[in-house]
């Protein structure tokens, strides 16, 4: 495999020259939408922090309210136009996943599957 410098290197690149390995990024391991739990619970995680991380601001600004969203809408080309290849095997301004759903083509478990992997989430903070 490859450390943790040279997959950022890779990223920077993106993916040019390691097609095998963005290959194997995008094939195999967990994959969120997919009833597996190391990514639901990775998923979870990261949604909890997001929140915790957004409504710490609210007791900073007064009347100033933030409100933790977790939806792109019509947005997945614009902002993976902006942003580099990622880890999964996404190369630089492809588009990204839309709202909290698995990554485009990555949810191979069915629908019901991708349904239980969001209903696990802990949405009663999003907006």
């Given at each position: 495999?490859v450390?943790l410098?040279q997959?950022?290197?890779?990223?920077?690149?993106?993916?040019?020259?390691?097609?095998?390995?963005?290959?194997k990024?995008i094939?195999?391991g967990a994959?969120?939408?997919n009833?597996?739990?190391?990514a639901?619970n990775?998923?979870?995680?990261?949604v909890?922090?997001f929140?915790e991380?957004?409504e710490?601001?609210n007791?900073r600004y007064?009347?100033?309210?933030?409100?933790?969203?977790i939806?792109?809408f019509?947005w997945?080309?614009?902002?993976?136009?902006?942003?580099?290849?990622?880890?999964?095997?996404r190369?630089?301004?492809d588009?990204i996943a839309a709202?909290?759903s698995?990554?485009?083509s990555?949810d191979?478990?069915?629908p019901?599957?991708a349904l239980n992997s969001?209903?696990?989430l802990?949405?009663?903070s999003?907006?």
């Amino acid at each position: 495999m490859v450390t943790l410098p040279q997959l950022v290197e890779i990223l920077k690149n993106n993916w040019e020259g390691n097609q095998v390995l963005q290959m194997k990024m995008i094939n195999e391991g967990a994959k969120f939408g997919n009833g597996q739990k190391e990514a639901g619970n990775l998923a979870c995680e990261m949604v909890n922090y997001f929140v915790e991380r957004v409504e710490a601001y609210n007791s900073r600004y007064g009347d100033l309210i933030f409100s933790p969203c977790i939806a792109t809408f019509s947005w997945i080309v614009n902002i993976g136009k902006r942003i580099g290849a990622s880890a999964d095997g996404r190369m630089s301004k492809d588009p990204i996943a839309a709202n909290m759903s698995p990554v485009l083509s990555r949810d191979v478990s069915g629908p019901m599957a991708a349904l239980n992997s969001y209903l696990k989430l802990s949405t009663d903070s999003l907006e």
